[in-house]
């Protein structure tokens, strides 16, 4: 964890996989008509505008948890709020999902890749790199679609709910961290996200080499 060529190589890592998470959230809320991100200026890759300090560093020290600056979304705008919010909440996850994908097939083309640049060999260092935008978007993913309020797969469920206990369910956000912290603190969330994180990590490494066993 503190090898110095590990922590150069999660930086950009973990800023991209906030970033693309919280702008998902912000584009798809905007395309379903609430300019409030927008306003917010929150239409943008720039990671400094999604940073949360504790919430990087959680995701720094966890690769797995953690969680950026909320993007402020008005469901007034929206035509159909309760589908319309979820859309919008499941936008970020899945944005780390597709990444992780994608950082999938990086890691078989460098691994290999066999570039180099003068003596110093960069294909090692790029399909780490890969590998771990694989863990933490995946992380990043699985833990945000856990259904305790306010992450995003609460405002995900509450729109399959009975309307009559859509209210009660969301005022658990008052109480969400405390939740989050106690299962946190307790083993819940590591005996329940990791497992499934190796699972999808071996899927994705699995299925993103196929094409290069064809080569």
């Known amino acids: 964890m503190f090898d110095l060529q590990l922590i150069i190589l999660l930086i950009p890592i973990l800023l991209f996989a ?14 379903l008509g609430d300019p409030t991100p927008k306003i917010a200026k929150r239409l943008t890759l720039n990671p400094i ?26 469901p007034n705008y929206f035509k159909n709020p309760w589908r319309d919010m979820a859309l919008t909440s499941a936008a970020g996850p899945l944005s780390n999902f597709f990444s992780a994908i994608l950082f999938g097939f990086l890691y078989h083309f460098f691994t290999l ?29 699985i ?25 009660n369910y969301l005022k658990l956000e008052l109480f969400g961290f405390f939740i989050i912290l106690i299962l ?7 005996r329940t996200l990791y497992p499934l994180l190796k699972v999808l990590s071996n899927l994705v490494l699995y299925y993103t080499s196929l094409p290069f066993n064809l080569l």
């Open 49 to 74: 505008k999604h940073l949360d300090p504790l919430g990087t560093i959680t995701l720094f020290i966890t690769q797995a948890i953690g969680w950026a600056k909320p993007v402020p979304i008005n």
């Open 113 to 141: 890749a066999n570039f180099s640049f003068g003596n110093l060999k960069i294909s090692e260092p790029l399909a780490l790199l890969s590998f771990l935008g694989i863990k933490l978007n995946l992380g990043l993913a």
């Open 184 to 190: 946190a603190i307790t083993g819940i969330i590591g």
């Open 18 to 31: 906030l970033t693309i998470h919280e702008f998902s959230h912000g584009l798809i809320a905007y395309l």
């Open 143 to 167: 833990f945000n679609f856990l259904p305790i309020p306010p992450l995003d797969g609460s405002k995900v469920l509450v729109k399959f709910l009975p309307p009559e206990l859509r209210e």
